[in-house]
């Protein structure tokens, strides 16, 4: 099992342009979270989907970025028009979502510059 | 409304040392909180959570809901501890299991 697979680990992208950062959920999860962290700052709920729905996206910008997570393939969370605040690491997990106590497994992240 | 408090940014301790890392909550109902930790180069992993009461690589930690912490002790720190460490609490209802995190502790212990 390789785990949560976020890529690409770094990405550079000029301002206007688009960032599509990818989380490939542990085998066997069905629910992904993404957490961005500002530098100098903790780490920052963003949204939280199910396969092909969004649960709850109360931490997401209300413009310019969108999630998904189809029913196969990877969940994508999307920038549009990328901004030099929009730099930060982007951290993907996920969990079987059984309503446990658990913990979830975290991706080494995607570091996002933008210049 | 919700929160995790970390106070120290930076805590540096000589190796045998006790250790202490402290977390301070703020929220209304039954907190379920957890510290992860992540070492150099590696990704956030789970070190402790407060329903199982349990010990990892020499770490516990107790909730106190009087004093809304939940501090992470160790009696004799290692050089191998030396790591960033994040208190987080679960902020969400029925499967959500969103968290919300502390601004984290970068734990350095000396020979």
């Known amino acids: 099992n390789a785990g949560v697979m976020q890529n690409p680990r770094h990405l550079v992208r000029r301002r206007g342009q688009e960032a599509r950062l990818r989380c490939s959920p542990m085998?066997?999860?069905?629910?992904v979270y993404w957490y961005r962290q500002l530098p100098e700052e903790g780490l920052k709920f963003m949204v939280y989907?199910?396969?092909?729905?969004?649960?709850?996206e109360s931490g997401m910008p209300k413009e310019r970025f969108s999630a998904e997570f189809p029913k196969e393939g990877p969940s994508i969370l999307r920038i549009q028009q990328v901004v030099r605040g929009d730099s930060a690491a982007y951290f993907c997990?996920?969990?079987?979502?059984?309503?446990?106590?658990?913990?979830?497994?975290f991706g080494s992240g995607t570091r996002l510059t933008v210049v | 409304a919700q929160r995790v408090t970390q106070p120290e940014k930076l805590l540096s301790v000589f190796k045998g040392a006790p250790v202490e890392l402290k977390c301070n909550y703020s929220?209304?109902?039954?907190?379920?909180l957890f510290w992860y930790v992540q070492y150099s180069r590696q990704r956030l992993q789970l070190l402790l959570r407060?329903?199982?009461?349990?010990s990892i690589k020499g770490f516990t930690a107790d909730l106190n809901k009087g004093e809304t912490s939940f501090h992470l002790k160790k009696p004799f720190a290692q050089e191998e501890d030396s790591a960033m460490y994040y208190c987080?609490?679960?902020?969400?209802?029925?499967?959500?299991?969103?968290?919300?995190w502390g601004l984290g502790t970068s734990l350095a212990v000396n020979p």
């Open positions: 997990a996920s969990s079987p979502g059984n309503g446990a106590n658990y913990g979830y497994t």
């Open positions: 085998k066997g999860h069905s629910h």
């Open positions: 989907l199910q396969k092909e729905n969004i649960i709850d």
């Open positions: 929220y209304s109902g039954s907190p379920e």
């Open positions: 407060h329903i199982s009461r349990e």
């Open positions: 987080a609490l679960s902020g969400g209802a029925g499967n959500n299991r969103k968290l919300i």
